[in-house]
């Protein structure tokens, strides 16, 4: 059997269209959620090269992850980066840490990876 090295078990999604707002930006991108537990997710960010964004381990963030039923406003901590040149394009992949999650909304997520991962 193989050990599970993380926490929360993680639901691989479809590249589901959220807002991604970092806290010391005015801007808004819109990432891919590449995966979600209810202790965080990885995003993936495709930018122009010259509109790159800081995105650091540690950095607070702030985003969306707006499902059929609600729309979740949370707060997060990235806890790795990862970046590569892809067709004149940065792609960063990064994973966040949820914080300050309200306890209905932590819920709401466990109860949709365990509905979905049935």
Known sequence: MENERRRHKRLSTQGVSIKVNLRDEEKEFDAKLM?????????EL???????VELS????????????????ECKGQVLRVYTEVVDDCLRYEF?????????EDIKFISDYIHKKMK
């Open 35 to 43: 995966n979600i537990s209810d202790g965080g997710s990885c995003f």
């Open 46 to 52: 495709d930018l122009e090269v010259e509109k790159k």
């Open 57 to 72: 381990v540690f950095k607070p963030i702030l985003f969306d992850l707006k499902f059929e039923e609600k729309v979740i």
């Open 95 to 103: 994973g966040i840490e949820f914080k300050d999650m309200t306890k």
